[in-house]
């Protein structure tokens, strides 16, 4: 039997919210990823990180928020927790595969769509492997066309923001490519839930697992807690907003001025002392 599936419970609210969640964990992962194209090596694995678990858990909250507002009539919905989190987990990691090589092999050519195409799998791996997290008295049926449609919006998103996380070095064109990118991360969401259906079972047995009330605090407090803890690291970081290098070129290394000189005190009192003595050397000639 066919279940009635709404997947806007509360209207536009969760909607909205999930989006600014993808915007924010997007724009701090973003902006990750571009300071750690500007650092030195031994800087860069600690901004990867941070930007792949930042676009790891925005992408995760914005899917949860989403299914706050999904329901199937007649069927109560639960939720596994360990694959629940595991899909977190397969989210980071997948991202941060995607990132790392961007951030060594740079954002463009066989690097750009190598860790565009690894990013956006595992945005599409979230989404599905949350999913398969649902436990209710029924299970998913899912068209495959729809769903292919999903995963290469979600490759095509990963590889524009990294693209953008190379090329884009102001602090407003960077918040233009979090907004693109959680709009097509929200997209790809509701285009793998445009590919559902639902067959529900009239066994009447009850479903295991925790209620969506149960995994709220959790699911929630985690990970927007770790934004917030990126988001000071972010704004506390100068030269982040400005986009500036802060490694060292060869020829500002130790020992060798990185600015013209300026003369100093006893340099100037040497060269005025060289100049009297020019001076009277030249007139020496005259007095005699």
Same mark, same amino acid.
């Given at each position: !039997?066919?279940?009635?599936?709404?997947?806007?419970?509360?209207? =536009?609210?969760?909607?909205?919210?999930?989006?600014?969640?993808?915007?924010?964990?997007?724009?701090?992962?973003?902006?990750?990823?571009?300071?750690?194209?500007?650092?030195?090596?031994?800087?860069?694995? *600690?901004?990867?990180? =941070?930007?792949?678990?930042?676009?790891?858990? *925005?992408?995760?909250?914005?899917?949860?928020v989403a299914m706050m507002g999904f329901s199937v009539a007649g069927a109560p919905i639960h939720y596994d927790k360990p694959m629940t989190y595991a899909s977190?987990?397969?989210?980071?990691?997948?991202?941060?595969?995607?990132? &790392?090589?961007?951030?060594?092999?740079?954002?463009?050519?066989?690097?750009? &769509?190598?860790?565009?195409?690894?990013?956006?799998?595992?945005?599409?791996?979230?989404?599905?492997?949350?999913?398969?997290?649902?436990?209710?008295?029924?299970? &998913?049926?899912?068209?495959?066309?729809?769903?292919?449609?999903?995963?290469?919006?979600?490759?095509?998103?990963?590889?524009?923001?990294?693209?953008?996380?190379?090329?884009?070095?102001?602090?407003?064109?960077?918040?233009?490519?979090?907004?693109? !990118?959680?709009?097509?991360?929200?997209?790809?969401?509701?285009? *793998?839930?445009?590919?559902?259906?639902?067959?529900?079972?009239?066994?009447?047995?009850?479903?295991?697992?925790?209620?969506?009330?149960? =995994?709220?605090?959790?699911?929630?407090?985690?990970?927007?807690?770790?934004?917030?803890?990126?988001?000071?690291?972010?704004? &506390?970081?100068?030269?982040?907003?400005?986009?500036?290098?802060?490694?060292?070129?060869?020829?500002?290394?130790?020992?060798?001025?990185?600015?013209?000189?300026?003369?100093?005190?006893?340099?100037?009192?040497?060269?005025?002392?060289?100049?009297?003595?020019?001076?009277?050397?030249?007139?020496?000639?005259?007095?005699?």
């Amino acid at each position: !039997m066919h279940g009635t599936v709404d997947g806007f419970s509360y209207g =536009l609210v969760t909607p909205l919210v999930a989006y600014l969640m993808a915007c924010l964990g997007g724009a701090l992962g973003l902006r990750c990823t571009t300071r750690a194209l500007l650092v030195a090596h031994s800087w860069r694995p *600690g901004w990867l990180a =941070l930007g792949a678990a930042a676009i790891g858990s *925005g992408i995760w909250t914005m899917h949860f928020v989403a299914m706050m507002g999904f329901s199937v009539a007649g069927a109560p919905i639960h939720y596994d927790k360990p694959m629940t989190y595991a899909s977190l987990g397969v989210a980071v990691v997948m991202v941060g595969v995607g990132i &790392f090589i961007v951030g060594y092999r740079g954002a463009a050519g066989t690097a750009l &769509f190598t860790g565009g195409t690894i990013t956006g799998l595992g945005i599409a791996s979230m989404h599905y492997l949350g999913m398969a997290g649902m436990r209710f008295d029924g299970k &998913f049926e899912y068209n495959t066309l729809t769903v292919g449609v999903s995963v290469a919006i979600a490759m095509a998103a990963a590889t524009a923001a990294l693209w953008a996380a190379g090329q884009v070095r102001g602090f407003l064109w960077s918040v233009g490519a979090s907004l693109v !990118m959680g709009l097509a991360v929200t997209g790809m969401h509701y285009t *793998g839930m445009a590919a559902l259906s639902v067959d529900l079972h009239t066994t009447g047995t009850p479903s295991a697992g925790d209620s969506p009330a149960g =995994l709220l605090a959790p699911m929630l407090i985690g990970p927007l807690a770790f934004l917030c803890i990126a988001g000071v690291v972010v704004m &506390f970081d100068p030269l982040m907003v400005m986009g500036k290098p802060d490694w060292i070129p060869a020829e500002h290394k130790p020992g060798v001025p990185a600015h013209p000189h300026t003369p100093h005190p006893a340099d100037r009192a040497r060269l005025r002392t060289r100049r009297k003595v020019a001076h009277h050397e030249s007139r020496t000639p005259q007095n005699r």
